[in-house]
């Protein structure tokens, strides 16, 4: 490992970037997609991470500083709560305010879009966001146009170019001062999962699949570009390294297969075709088990996406995906958690000797890492790729 | 959560990146007299900002 941070740099870009390409490069990559585990290493609270710009960067000053990682994938909290209590937003609970100051934050899903909203969403989705979902989602928007709603705005509009400044500054020094690279650039989501996550619900977009199927199918479709949009917008534009997809409701068995065909898979696969055209990767974060699918996610153009590896049969995905696109994954977090270093070493090598010994492979947790991992069980991990996962 | 109906929208298929086209803002500005592309460059920034921020809301 080089002590210049530039040529380091530079060494754990070429390594990941091969690995993505389904190259060998020198080593198996590490890239742990790491949150909240940051906070314990830096000694912080979750509120503190939750609440403090500058300590949510330095937890992951901190981390990189301490664990040999080629990949960070961001600062551990990826909310800023004071912006969220600027305007009064109610989907999320924080650590130190409705909740204990060491607690995960928690997510409260609504049904804040409502069926009768498809045809304003349909016919301009921007406009209905402002209009109509903010003031739902947003207690200070009660009444748009009065006092509170509209310091509400200036602040919250303020509050996210500040996050956004200071987050860039804080990943930038990330990458000059340790050396270590990004794992994925911009995010967006499956137009199923926009819906399903934030608007419509579980609840909601289970009785759209049988109730409005076309204006579902209309809005997801009227989604496509915009969230092709969303992923290079947020990406500033970079398409050297992926976009993040956190991918939800396409896991089995939220859908039968029948369900997953007709409304997940056609409209998530138009934005990953759209992004591959414009030369930009996605990072298909598979959370859950995405078994039944694989065959119809190696429909994708090759390399256009990193698998990654959660519950779906890692076996089943190299059989079917390996070779054609890199696989991203699979420790356990219950090892990661409740596991001794020597399990983790095993688990780690057995990756190593069975699914990344031709390449187009990086090591990675099966989910994100959260405060209950244990920090020697994280050291055994990289300890592990570093002895064994030379090519 | 506020239940009520939706009034309409302003604007129809607007593409992505766009809050207030820039054909509607030329109307209130009437007649430009220098660059124009000046003033559209730094307008089309700050609606980014502002389409960003809205989906910011719905990608979470």
Known sequence: MSNDKSKLLEERKKRYLTALDCGKPDRVPIGLTVSEFMAKVAGFTLQEIYYDLDKNLKALAKFVEEYEVDTFFSAPSLWWAASHDAVGAVYLKFAGRELEPNTQFQYVEGEFMLPEDYDAFIENPTEWILTTYLPRIHKEFAEPGSYRASVALIKGAGARAMELQLTQQGTAKIMEEYGVVPAGTGLTKAPFDTLGDALRGLKGIMMDMRKVPDKLKAAMEVLVPHNIFYALATAGGDTEFPAFMPLHRGAYPFLNPRQWDEFYWPTLKKVIEGLWEKGKRTYFFAEGDWTPYLERIAELPDKSIVFHVDMTDIDKAKKILGGRFCLKGNIPNSLLAVGKPEEVRDYVKRLIDEYAADGGFVIDAAAVVQGDAKEENIRAVIETVLLYGKY | ?60
């Not at chain 2, 820039?22 to 660059?35: R, V, Y």
């Open chain 2, 1 to 60: 959560m506020t239940g009520e109906k939706p009034t309409g929208n302003v604007f129809k298929n607007l593409p992505p990146g766009v809050c207030i086209p820039w054909e509607e803002k030329l109307k209130d500005l009437g007649e430009i007299k220098g660059d124009a592309d000046i003033i559209r460059n730094e307008w089309d920034k700050l609606e980014l900002f502002a389409y960003l921020y809205l989906w910011y809301w719905v990608q979470r």
